[in-house]
């Protein structure tokens, strides 16, 4: 448990310095983000980039996603973990120890 907390600590750390990093070589080289980001070139392409992703969601990915989300995610998989968390919690078997074979 100690350890799970330990890595998460230290991915953290290392995205943080990464950013830091990041911003350093960008203003080493005289690059100004907000200027990028917010000039009209940028936002047109901003602009004409979400347009193609909402089409592609909306006309292609928007259905088979919230099916998947909806009927395998939510009703197969979460409730199955939630309900054995519950059983853990409580030190109840798990379905996998209800299910596993028995030694004769």
């Keep these: 448990m100690r350890t799970l907390h ?3 600590q230290s991915g953290l750390v290392k ?3 990464l950013v830091i990093f990041v911003i350093l070589v ?3 080289f005289s690059i100004d983000v907000r200027g990028i980001v917010e000039s009209e070139q940028s ?3 901003f602009t004409y980039v979400w347009g193609w992703v909402v089409f592609v969601w909306d006309r292609y990915l928007g259905e088979p996603v919230r099916y998947v989300w ?3 995610v939510v009703n197969l ?3 199955s973990f939630v309900s054995n968390l ?3 919690k409580r ?3 798990n379905d996998f120890e209800l299910m596993a074979p028995q030694a004769p």
């Design 70 to 72: 909806n009927n395998i």
């Design 86 to 88: 519950e059983r853990i």
């Design 15 to 17: 995205l943080i310095l």
């Design 77 to 79: 998989l979460w409730e």
């Design 43 to 45: 936002q047109k392409n």
């Design 26 to 28: 960008l203003s080493y």
């Design 91 to 93: 030190g109840a078997p």
């Design 6 to 8: 330990y890595q998460k």
